[in-house]
């Protein structure tokens, strides 16, 4: 069984980013959304990106963000992952030539899959505590034993993770990776190192009861 991946979101700082690279990280997410408190600009962006080691995924977060400025920021920063939190149609997923992730919102369990198989074309699913037309990352969490199977594709588990409670979501779920950011901060879009190192430290210690 392979490790379960780990993303850290809503990096601001280059020394977050740079921290959870030496911690053993697979990917940071830059969020590119102007109302979020972990709003990044292009430059902002670009700044990070560069003092980061090889071999880290680098996610940037969209949601119902015109294509145009989509564009824009993917033919500035180099991105390898887009994702995709909003009402976005299939096809303006599809449409920049990069892979992509799908937030499933799973404030209604019953429906993730008929809402995920529209995103046939996605690399994989993140599922967060958020309901459709809402935004995720509000760091509450949700009843991961409503997770239907049958996704197809990786599922990215997210939504109210934290140092304390992500063992026994790896143990349990069983995700392909998790993602975290309000849990591993001192301060909205602030990673605080510790809480970054007991955070991977619980996803390995999950992944050994597999």
């Given at each position: 069984?392979?490790?379960?991946?780990?993303?850290?979101?809503?990096?601001?700082?280059?020394?977050?980013?740079?921290?959870?690279?030496?911690?053993?990280?697979?990917?940071?997410?830059?969020?590119?959304?102007?109302?979020?408190?972990?709003?990044?600009?292009?430059?902002?962006?670009?700044?990070?990106?560069?003092?980061?080691p090889p071999f880290v995924v680098t996610v940037?977060?969209?949601?119902?963000?015109?294509?145009?400025?989509?564009?824009?920021?993917?033919?500035?920063?180099?991105?390898?992952?887009?994702?995709?939190?909003?009402?976005?149609?299939?096809?303006?997923?599809?449409?920049?030539?990069?892979?992509?992730?799908?937030?499933?919102?799973?404030?209604?369990?019953?429906?993730?899959?008929?809402?995920?198989?529209?995103?046939?074309?996605?690399?994989?699913?993140?599922?967060?505590?958020?309901?459709?037309?809402?935004?995720?990352?509000?760091?509450?969490?949700?009843?991961?034993?409503?997770?239907?199977?049958?996704?197809?594709?990786?599922?990215?588990?997210?939504?109210?993770?934290?140092?304390?409670?992500?063992?026994?979501?790896?143990?349990?779920?069983?995700?392909?990776?998790?993602?975290?950011?309000?849990?591993?901060?001192?301060?909205?879009?602030?990673?605080?190192?510790?809480?970054?190192?007991?955070?991977?430290?619980?996803?390995?210690?999950?992944?050994?009861?597999?």
């Open positions: 069984m392979l490790n379960t991946r780990i993303k850290i979101c809503g990096i601001t700082r280059i020394e977050d980013g740079v921290c959870a690279a030496s911690l053993g990280v697979d990917a940071i997410g830059l969020v590119f959304v102007e109302r979020s408190p972990r709003f990044v600009t292009v430059e902002q962006a670009c700044n990070i990106i560069a003092q980061l940037g977060l969209f949601m119902d963000t015109p294509a145009s400025e989509v564009a824009r920021i993917v033919n500035r920063v180099p991105l390898a992952l887009l994702q995709f939190h909003g009402d976005e149609s299939p096809q303006e997923c599809a449409a920049h030539c990069r892979p992509y992730l799908k937030a499933v919102p799973m404030a209604e369990p019953r429906r993730a899959l008929e809402y995920a198989q529209r995103y046939r074309d996605a690399h994989g699913y993140l599922l967060d505590s958020h309901g459709q037309g809402q935004a995720g990352g509000s760091g509450a969490s949700f009843d991961w034993n409503a997770i239907p199977q049958g996704f197809g594709k990786p599922v990215i588990l997210a939504g109210g993770l934290t140092p304390d409670n992500v063992r026994e979501a790896v143990k349990r779920v069983r995700p392909y990776a998790v993602d975290v950011s309000s849990g591993v901060e001192s301060g909205k879009g602030i990673k605080d190192a510790g809480r970054i190192a007991a955070f991977v430290r619980g996803v390995r210690e999950g992944d050994s009861e597999f």
